[in-house]
């Protein structure tokens, strides 16, 4: 199983700022996803990324609010751009690697004021 | 299109008494399908999968799962709850396209 690691691990940040979000996983994986997990809610995907290609953004989620990167086969970023109270959740990074299952990053908890 | 549906959002037992989180799922084609455990302020864990092997799925913590494609579930189960199994626990099915489909998530309150 592949261990993720996700940095900041919490962050507060003033609205109209962006907040650049890291997973790092300890083995290539082919797959890598970002989801966001509102207060009391399930998780929502945001987007696929793919090393080499652009990423794939889910109904509800655009580029230019939620970029991504994934310049290699361990490492992934998210930005939340021009952040509101309502993008106040739990951000978390998974991983897929051919099996069936994704394993997940701890999260970033993120509170905008 | 694949979708999961959790039919309880709040389950209590006593500790020691059985658990039963009930999971149904939608999918064109035989799904694969998870149950994961959050707990608070924790990140998320496997507990087990089904991929199509046998139909009795034994994960971690003595928690399993029946998959009953007659009845479009896989409800988890365990013989005796503790008091470390309350938690946040999400059934997720598994899309064409590797992607999976959280449901809503049951939250599991054990009483000593």
């Known amino acids: 199983s592949a261990v993720i690691s996700q940095k900041p691990s919490r962050d507060i940040c003033q609205r109209g700022t962006s907040l650049t979000i890291q997973c790092q996983v300890d083995s290539q994986v082919t797959m890598m996803f970002w989801y966001r997990q509102q207060p009391g809610q399930s998780l929502t995907l945001i987007a696929t990324?793919?090393?080499?290609?652009?990423?794939?953004?889910e109904s509800g989620f655009v580029i230019d609010k939620f970029p991504i990167s994934r310049p290699n086969l361990t490492f992934s970023t998210l930005t939340v751009s021009n952040m509101s109270p309502e993008d106040s959740s739990i951000y978390l990074c998974?991983?897929?690697?051919?099996?069936?299952?994704?394993?997940f990053g701890p999260g970033t908890r993120l509170t905008v004021t | 299109a694949q979708s999961v549906t959790q039919l309880d959002s709040h389950v209590s037992v006593s500790e020691g008494t059985p658990v039963l989180l009930r999971c149904n799922y939608s999918?064109?084609?035989?799904?694969?399908l998870f149950w994961y455990v959050q707990h608070p302020n924790k990140g998320l864990q496997l507990l087990l999968k089904?991929?199509?092997?046998?139909?009795l799925v034994k994960g971690i913590n003595g928690f399993e799962a029946e998959f009953k494609k007659s009845e479009t579930s896989f409800h988890l189960t365990k013989p005796s709850a503790h008091m470390s199994d309350a938690a946040e626990y999400f059934c997720v099915v598994k899309t064409s396209y590797d992607k999976v489909i959280f449901g809503p998530g049951t939250s599991l309150s054990v009483i000593p």
């Open positions: 990324a793919n090393q080499g290609s652009e990423a794939t953004y």
């Open positions: 998974s991983s897929s690697s051919g099996s069936h299952e994704q394993y």
């Open positions: 089904y991929t199509s092997a046998a139909t």
């Open positions: 999918s064109s084609y035989s799904p694969s």
